[in-house]
């Protein structure tokens, strides 16, 4: 039985997140203050439904699904791009595939000794976070 990734997780680091914001388009000016927050991750499961909070002093951004069941997400305040995007379990690891006008783009959690790992990709980008848990 795998670890939950349900809870509360704090960032404590955040390798090429600019070069993934680059590569969506995101300016000079908010990738400048973007590379400075430590992301909040909540993780909720209610009923099937995951709920994804990704919380920062500057801009949120919450993401809910169905694992298996593909939806519209609309990505409000990061790049404001429309993908439809499909969550499943590969083994210990929650992957999302968000298909739309960037290629190869998606993320994948998983937990490995005691912290949350996030790998958020696009095209030849890949930004890796680690986050602990918050007591
Ligand atoms: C979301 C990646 C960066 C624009 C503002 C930065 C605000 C705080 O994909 C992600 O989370 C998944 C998996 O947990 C669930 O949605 C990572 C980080 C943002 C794109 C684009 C930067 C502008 C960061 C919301």
Redesign the pocket.
């Known amino acids: 039985m795998p670890v939950s990734l349900c809870g509360t997780w704090d960032m404590v680091s955040n390798v090429n ?1 600019d070069g ?2 680059i590569t ?1 388009g ?1 300016g000079v000016y ?2 400048k ?2 590379l400075k ?1 430590k ?1 909040r ?1 909540v ?1 909720e499961k209610v009923g099937d439904v995951y709920v ?1 909070k ?3 002093t ?4 919450t ?1 809910s699904f169905r694992v298996d069941e593909e939806f519209e997400e609309f ?1 409000k ?3 404001d791009r429309h993908c439809k995007s499909l969550v499943t379990w590969q083994g210990n690891k929650l992957v ?1 595939a968000q298909e739309g006008e960037k290629k190869n783009r998606g ?1 994948t ?1 998983w937990v490995e000794d005691d912290k949350l790992h ?1 790998e ?1 990709y696009c095209e030849d980008q890949v ?1 890796k ?1 680690v986050f602990k848990r918050v007591a």
């Open positions: 997140f993934l914001m969506l995101i908010t990738r203050i973007a927050l992301h991750k993780i994804i990704t919380l920062s500057f801009r949120n951004y993401v990505t305040g990061l790049d999302c993320w959690h996030l958020v930004c976070q």
